[in-house]
């Protein structure tokens, strides 16, 4: 017994359907050929209304060729979903390799002199030169202090979020104490001491997070909200946490909470005059001949960078000129 059947065959490369001419279907199965025979062989005898009826119905559904017996299929690529399943492939594989990182893996990176880029154009990998291993033996404590931060994979990354908060409290604390200690030994006042050693070591972990952030975001946005976000949060935050603390503290003894003024409306005056130079400085970079706030032709970098780091030795000097009476503040 055999059944007549129509089939395409889909050659994906050429995009293209060869249709075979009809052909005699030859059903092999010992049990299918047994179930078509016993339902053929059966002697020919008067159907009952109820088996009538579901003949007719059996008939009416059994499959026939339309008008249209040929089927051409085409198959195409789409180059945009299987660009967004790569894109999402890649992001899953770097979590999972930043995921399980371990801290054996995290110390032994602290330890170990390397060169600070690969060649970008062999893509392998150069050996560390003479001012890597001066900069890496400088800076060991450092990586090994850092290596203690949990990775990211224990406890959803809080253990990290917690272990790296607790770490920069304790080194802005020491960082503090050393410099007053500092200032009060060579004999600098305190004002003095903190724009110039107390802020320049607290600022340093955020100058470079924000070039970290600028070399790897494609905007600036990442690295200059690190900076006015950090000193907001110094200013509304540190301050006005300690000094309500204070006050309150003081309120409880039965004691009012005093705070000298000292040479703080002088500072400020020059800080928000130099902090509106600054912000015009961005505004001019905006231009298409530059490009944007950070980046840009060479030139046009190295005049930003002067033009900051001179309002900055301004800032510090008219501070201090202040604090030791050679200008008048008010």
């Known amino acids: 017994m055999g059944h007549r059947s129509h089939f395409v065959r889909l050659s994906p490369r050429r995009r293209s359907v060869q249709p075979f001419l009809p052909a005699q279907l030859i059903l092999a199965s010992a049990y299918i050929d047994k179930a078509l025979l016993l339902a053929d062989d059966v002697p020919d005898r008067k159907l009952t209304s109820d088996e009538e009826e579901a003949k007719r119905i059996a008939e009416m559904g ?70 890597d291993y001066v900069m890496h033996f400088l800076t060991v404590f450092w990586k090994v202090l850092f290596a203690c931060v949990p990775p990211t994979d224990y406890l959803n990354g809080w253990a990290c979020f917690v272990v790296s908060i607790v770490i920069i409290g304790l080194l802005t604390a020491v960082i503090g104490d050393l410099a007053s200690h500092f200032g ?120 930003t960078s002067a033009i900051f780091f001179s309002l900055w030795f301004l800032y510090i000097l008219f501070s201090s000129l202040e604090a030791y009476c050679h200008i008048e503040g008010f």
């Not at 085409?74 to 399980?100: M, R």
């Not at 893996?105 to 690969?118: K, P, R, W």
């Not at 070039?211 to 976000?229: E, F, L």
Request: a negative charge; hydrophobic letters at 45%.
């Open 62 to 131: 059994k499959p026939v060729l339309g008008e249209h017996p040929r089927l051409e299929v085409i198959i195409e690529e789409s180059y945009e979903f299987k660009s967004t399943v790569d894109k999402l492939i890649k992001k899953t594989n770097l979590a999972l390799v930043v995921g399980t990182n371990s801290w054996r893996e995290q110390f032994m990176e602290a330890i170990t002199v390397s060169a600070d880029e690969d060649e970008e154009d062999t893509g392998e990998e150069r050996l560390p030169s003479c001012f």
């Open 184 to 303: 009060c030994t060579i004999g600098l006042k305190d004002s003095v001491t903190a724009v110039v050693f107390v802020a320049l070591g607290t600022s340093v972990p955020d100058t470079f997070a924000s070039k970290v952030a600028a070399v790897q975001d494609t905007y600036a946005d990442a690295s200059i909200g690190n900076v006015t976000g950090s000193n907001a949060v110094n200013v509304f935050l540190g301050i006005g946490m300690a000094w309500s603390v204070a006050a309150i503290y003081w309120h409880m003894k039965g004691k009012p909470f005093v705070v000298e003024a000292g040479s703080l409306a002088f500072s400020v005056t020059l800080f928000t005059i130099f902090a509106f130079l600054a912000v015009s400085v961005l505004l001019y970079r905006r231009r298409a001949h530059i490009g944007g706030e950070l980046g840009g032709p060479r030139g046009h970098r190295l005049a």
